[in-house]
């Protein structure tokens, strides 16, 4: 069985236990070579646990003065698949979902590298 860990800034992020994480990877365009295309995922979703709460500074909360994960920024991310490297990217955040009145979950999309 295959066990995905995903690390946003070296900090190990909590996932559902059925949440798919698709990559696309698409390396150049045949019709145009300057273009050049990366990894990336669709958006998948993460759980609010207070471990990503903690990572993702309670994004939900507009409470909180001066967070130290701004989420129009993207942070550094790896995926991992059974503690074996996969990717190496960057990690977008694109919102939290609400449910009767506490957080849900985070929605995320990955970014690979570009390597040229």
Do not use: H
Request: charged share 30%.
């Amino acid at each position: 069985m295959r066990k995905v860990q995903l690390y946003i800034n070296d900090k190990l992020v909590d996932l559902f236990n059925d949440e798919k994480i698709e990559i696309t990877s698409s390396i150049q365009n045949i019709s145009d070579i300057s273009k050049t295309f990366t990894d990336f995922s669709q958006a998948f979703s993460v759980p609010c646990s207070d471990n990503n709460n903690g990572i993702f500074d309670f994004f939900y909360n507009n409470d909180i003065d001066n967070p130290t994960f701004i989420a129009r920024d993207r942070a550094d991310a790896r995926i991992e698949i059974n503690n074996i490297p996969f990717r190496k990217g960057q990690i977008q955040l694109e919102g939290s979902e609400i449910k009767r009145n506490e957080a849900d979950n985070y929605r995320v999309t990955f970014f690979g590298d570009v390597v040229t």
